[in-house]
């Protein structure tokens, strides 16, 4: 850190950065002390939580930019903090107490990769301490903990990501150009799944040898849960319980989701239901492993209403084929992070007659009336349907949608703008459906959301 580095600070007005920000439907807090950073500083980030997806986080942060720098690490398993020094050297920071990290002034952004229990309550301090934020998904635990961290996001002014990165591929972009430009006419329908069959996608992880009450400090991570005596499975493998994950909703449903809200730009179901059971990992854990969802989207000034059906099965002995299909009146796209085809299909203005229909059942005579009228009605050039048209569309190899993720938010960070492609207003808005969808599995009932107002609703 360069000593005068604060000098070259600048404010934003709140209003540019309003406007820098698509997602947000209604006025908001007063916007205070937004600062760029200057071109020449690099962006000196912490992160908080060294697990698996703490390393790749960092990893990707770091082939994002030539500007940023990677200082510090905060873990609560002290076989992460040695393993963060044996990858970026002795000089990384490294502490258990992420409140450490959050005092020092040097560190200009936090990622923030700890179980999902932990989400909410580090981004909030962390925003309060005046850090940019790039916090993993889903951006919240529990449904009435998202409009207080989208509140604290506005208070401080700071940058923030939610980290659900597939939205930065190039497919998924060129999946919204399609739907954008019309391409599949109105949407009426979504369907999207992510099946799995082996026990490390069904979270079983590695656990340490060493891990014990003395290498793991077990008190702080219960954080607002439960309290209990140590236990490694429920530490290491910790998307098998509800009091820290959030089932496969909030692990695999977001993504799904918030590839869909990004192609659409929907803001979210108002009818949420959902089915499923344990049926093969039957290993203590409190969560399905089977799960689908049905969401009902009402239409919107820019889109119709359609039906989206979520699947997860990690007991999928069959073929598994992961992808999303967006389904409209003029075709589909079908796409995953890597490739897309969009499949165009155009139905005649003649709607047929003959073949499997009732008009063999007809008369004689009533055949030929209706022939008569048929044809008078229907021209020859009405008959034919446009020649279904498939476009194939392949990410290009060398594109890094996590890097890419990343890129965005220190972009943003050092314009001093807040107008990152899944800010808390996006992130909450995916997070809070997949969470529904977990209160219905296990209310067995229909939940009712309000998608403008970020609310749930009675009925
Ligand atoms: N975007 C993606 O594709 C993606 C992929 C995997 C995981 N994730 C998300 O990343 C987060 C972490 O998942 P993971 O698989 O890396 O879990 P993990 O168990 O491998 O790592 C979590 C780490 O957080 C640490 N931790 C827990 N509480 C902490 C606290 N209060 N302070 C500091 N450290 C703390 C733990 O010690 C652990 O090492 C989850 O929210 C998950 O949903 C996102």
């Known amino acids: 850190m360069k000593p005068n580095r604060r000098s070259f ?8 950065a309003l406007l820098a920000t698509e997602s947000i439907a209604k006025p908001f807090h007063i916007i205070k002390d937004l600062k760029k950073i200057s071109p020449n500083d690099k962006i000196r980030f912490a992160t908080i939580g060294m697990g698996i997806q703490g390393h790749s986080d960092t990893k990707a942060a770091l082939r994002s930019s030539q500007d940023v720098e990677f200082v510090a690490a905060a873990d609560l398993y002290d076989g992460r903090l040695t393993r963060v020094k044996e990858l970026y050297g002795k000089d990384i920071f490294t502490t258990r ?9 040097d560190i200009d952004a936090v990622l923030i990769v700890t179980p999902d229990h932990w989400h909410d309550h580090i981004t909030k301090a962390a ?16 449904i009435n903990e998202g409009l207080s961290v989208i509140d604290a996001w506005k208070k401080s002014g700071k940058t923030m990501q939610v980290g659900s990165q597939r939205i930065s591929s190039a497919s998924f972009k060129e999946a919204k150009r399609l739907f954008q430009a019309g391409e599949i006419g109105e949407i009426n329908y979504v369907e999207s799944n992510n099946d799995r069959f082996n026990a490390i996608g069904a979270w079983n992880y590695s656990i340490p040898t060493d891990a014990s009450p003395s290498t793991v400090d077990w008190d702080t991570y219960l954080g607002d849960a439960p309290k209990r005596a140590f236990d490694a499975k429920r530490f290491f493998r910790w998307r098998n319980y509800q009091d820290y994950g959030t089932g496969v909703g909030g692990d695999l449903f977001v993504h799904l989701i918030t590839g869909v809200h990004f192609v659409t730009n929907s803001l979210g179901p108002e009818r949420v239901m959902s089915s499923g059971e344990l049926s093969y990992w039957k290993d203590g854990r409190d969560v399905p492993d ?16 359609f039906q989206m059906v979520l699947r997860v099965n990690f007991a999928n002995a069959g073929a598994i084929a992961n992808n999303t299909r967006i389904i409209g009146t003029e075709g589909q796209i079908e796409f995953t992070e890597n490739n897309l085809v969009l499949t165009k299909k155009k139905l005649s203005k003649a709607p047929g007659m003959g073949g499997y229909d009732s008009f063999n059942t007809f008369s004689e005579a009533q055949q030929k009336e209706f022939k008569k009228q048929y044809d008078a009605q229907y021209p020859e050039d009405t008959r034919k349907a446009e020649p279904v048209k498939e476009v194939r569309f392949e990410a290009p190899k060398e594109d890094d949608a996590h890097a890419n993720h990343f890129r965005d938010f220190f972009e943003n960070v050092k314009k001093g703008s807040v107008g990152t492609v899944e800010d808390p207003v996006f992130g909450f808005r995916a997070a809070a459906p997949v969470l529904a969808c977990n209160e219905s599995y296990f209310s067995k009932k229909i939940v009712h959301w309000d998608p403008v107002a970020m609310k749930m609703k009675k009925k």
Do not use: F
């Open 9 to 16: 600070l600048k404010n934003v007005t709140a209003a540019s």
């Open 97 to 105: 107490d992420y409140r450490q990290i959050l005092e020092r002034k």
């Open 127 to 142: 925003l309060q301490a005046g850090k940019n934020v790039y916090c993993e998904k889903p951006m919240v635990h529990h």
């Open 290 to 305: 089977v799960l689908v969802s049905i969401l009902d989207y009402p239409k919107t000034d820019i889109h119709a209403n």
